[in-house]
């Protein structure tokens, strides 16, 4: 590799602690938040750690160390580095600088829609803290009413969404205000490149800390914290069973640490040659991993602190429902003293007691129905648990701050890797500024992600999220650490790393590098694409015309299955009237069975195509009446 006079007058980092900086801001981005603490409590707790570890080591840092080597000692963005290595490479570089520009698209309308709510955060009360009142002023908003107000300022005030992706919708301009601003943001912070990028960086990567921290100390203090914590970290030894969760397992670690994007090759060029790279990837993926921990403390306190609440709304809305029935005087029945008035209560007069239809209580489904990911977590059970916190609009603004930053930072990754290769390739005439060449491409990246803004936009945008991020990088990293091993070279390589740190590579970076790494890849690839095969693709749509009447379902939602009518015991010849209502997001139910007899059966059920024997369990346990259901 030789070193040219082009890449003695490129632009270096005024310190190493900027760099460090931006590599950490751009690795730990809204999946540490969002993401992570989900498959944690999802997939058996603490056990999750080991296969999360395992990949940590054997596939994230392997990886992560290479981009940064390869970079440091070509000094080019990503095009540049694989077409150096062989011409036939160039199309890798390509790759990632499309997926870059692809997933900064969708990834700053998630920062348009964290401005929207940020804006609406100094409001008292919060405006999703309660129905909005309807047009002649008789009582709330229908759609509202069948859902919940978190709900409905998240798909009506906010997105506006349509039925289906079928229906486009209009531009909701105040999403394409928000959207503008983001760009705006970037753009400054961009302008000039690593110059203003390494000012930047001492606010966007060590706020979300600072906030972590302080919403760790006050979620300690909540009640339930203690609840969510034991939920989120007590471990399940049998997931570890599963192959799924090694899967997932090794697509986190692989996409929490930004690989692939080009956006680390692109900030690692700018370093001087000799520089410890081994270091700055230890330290870069450990503490991207810690974050992950670290930020599912206090999301998972409060949401254990959301879960108690609402089994004390629960179990209240039945004490004040059996006093007022059976004229008990205030204070007689307590939450401590609940079961046993329910028992005496049923064995005394169990038909006027079924009659009441009482909700079901139960602290671990509460537990489960705040299990949520991606936006789910942030705009709606999340803001769930804020409006029950004292303060709210202090604790709201400091969230969305907190979400602002991540998401800003892990954008200057996503713009550089468009950038930098364009900039290094002169594909840029020398009369057009960089500063100018920066705001064209933040102009026409706000241009195309105007469909993000249509009424349809966020179906649009779950369609990215789910492929644009996730299949290709798998590609691209392979034939990343392919390249380099075995067309570049593992020892031309080796000698590379141990003339700019001044250490060869040890046993553990080679078996890597040449055999375990790539293995990992092309199974996790392989796995993915055999997942993904015996799938539908599915998603998630808010349609308010849910029921047709009393004794059908009809499938409102496109990625739900269709369930046929109940169908009564032949010895009972009674009809189950069903109420289907919306609970925390769509695609979770609240299904309540009841016959004109005395039986009463509640359950919360997920029904989403995965958990066809679940459904099927809990249905068949229904008193005096069982169901058929045909799942698509």
Known sequence: MQKTAKAEERPKWDNKVQYLLTCIGFAVGLGNVWRFPYLCQVYGGGAFLIPYLIALVFEGLPLLHMELAIGQRLRTGSIGVWTSISPYLSGVGVASMTVSFLVGLFYNTILAWVLWYFFHSFQNPLPWQSCPVNANRTGHVEECQKSTAVNYFWYRDTLNITPNIEVSGDLQWWLVVCLASAWCIVYICFIRGIETIGKAVYVTATFPYLVLTIFLIRALTLPGATIGLRHLFTPNWETLKNPTVWLDAATQIFFSLSLAFG??????????????????????????????????????????????????????????????????????????????????????????????????????????????????????????????????????????????????????????????????????????????????????????????????????????????????????????????????????????????????????????????????????????????????????????????????????????????????????????????????????????????????????????????????????????????????
């Open 263 to 632: 956006g680390l090759i692109a900030f690692s060029s700018y370093n001087p040659q000799k520089n410890n790279c081994e270091r700055d990837a230890l330290i870069v993926g450990c503490i991207n991993s810690a974050t992950s921990i670290y930020a599912s403390i206090p999301i998972f306190s409060i949401l254990g602190f959301k879960a108690l609440s609402n089994y004390n709304d629960c179990l209240n809305g039945n004490i004040q429902l059996l006093m007022n029935t059976f004229n008990i005087a205030d204070g007689n029945i307590t939450e401590e003293n609940y079961e046993k008035w329910l028992r005496h209560l049923n064995s005394t007069d169990p038909n006027q007691v079924a009659e009441l239809d009482l909700k079901t209580c139960d602290l671990q489904a509460l537990l489960d129905q705040v299990t949520a990911s991606g936006t789910g977590l942030a705009f709606i059970v999340f803001t769930e648990a804020v409006i029950k916190m004292p303060g709210s609009q202090v604790w709201a603004v400091l969230f969305f701050i907190m979400l602002f930053s991540l998401g800003l930072s892990s954008m200057f990754g996503n713009m550089e890797g468009v950038l930098t290769p364009l900039l290094d390739l002169h594909l840029v005439p020398k009369c057009i500024p960089k500063e100018i060449f920066t705001g064209l491409i933040c102009v026409v990246s706000f241009i195309v992600a105007l469909i993000f803004t249509l009424g349809s936009g966020n179906y649009w945008l779950e369609i990215f999220n789910n492929y644009v991020g996730s299949l290709p990088l798998l590609v691209i990293a392979f034939f990343e650490i392919t390249a380099v091993s075995y067309i570049y070279g593992a020892t031309r390589f080796s000698d590379d790393v141990e003339w700019m740190t001044g250490r060869r590579p040890n046993l553990y970076w080679q078996v890597t590098w040449r055999v375990i790494s790539p293995l990992m890849l092309l199974v996790v690839f392989l796995a993915y694409v055999v997942v993904q095969a015996q799938e539908k693709p599915t998603y998630e749509a808010w349609n308010p015309d849910y029921v047709r009447n009393s004794n059908t379902f009809i499938q409102e939602q496109t990625n739900l299955p269709t369930f046929s009518p109940l169908t009564p015991n032949v010895a009972d010849q009674q009809r189950l009237v069903v109420c289907l209502e919306f609970f925390s997001f769509p695609g979770r139910h609240h299904i309540t069975a009841k016959t004109s007899k005395s039986s009463h059966t509640e359950a919360w059920i997920p029904i989403f195509i995965k958990y066809k024997g679940e459904i099927q369990k809990k249905a068949a346990s229904v008193s005096t009446a069982y169901v058929d259901i045909f799942l698509y």
